[in-house]
């Protein structure tokens, strides 16, 4: 898997009373048997206000925000979602699964590695 781009904002509001300034979006574009793919998670951004106490990310490991590398961390933690194109998670529990484990260390070298070949 060679990773193309890795980037996340924050929804907002197309219609008065929708609910999308809730969620942010990270997406992961990369490249794996010679085609192009992309993956992206959508979560409450609720979560990210908790993050200490759900995931083990510290924002000193990257210079990007967590929304930036969620889609990219998720994928490297399960390597099943490949075969998903998107994941909406609402639920803490599924949010806290989705990332347990994963060591955001590695996500430095993975980001230095895309900007060099940019």
Known sequence: MFILQSKGWSLEKTLPNSFEDFFNKSEVIYEEDGEERKFTLTYLQYFEEKLDQLTSYEQSV???TFKDIAALASLL???ELKLRKRLFISDETAFIRLFEGFDFKQIS???ETMMQNK
């Open 77 to 79: 933690n399960h390597p």
């Open 62 to 64: 990257s210079d990007r």
């Open 109 to 111: 070298n993975i980001i």
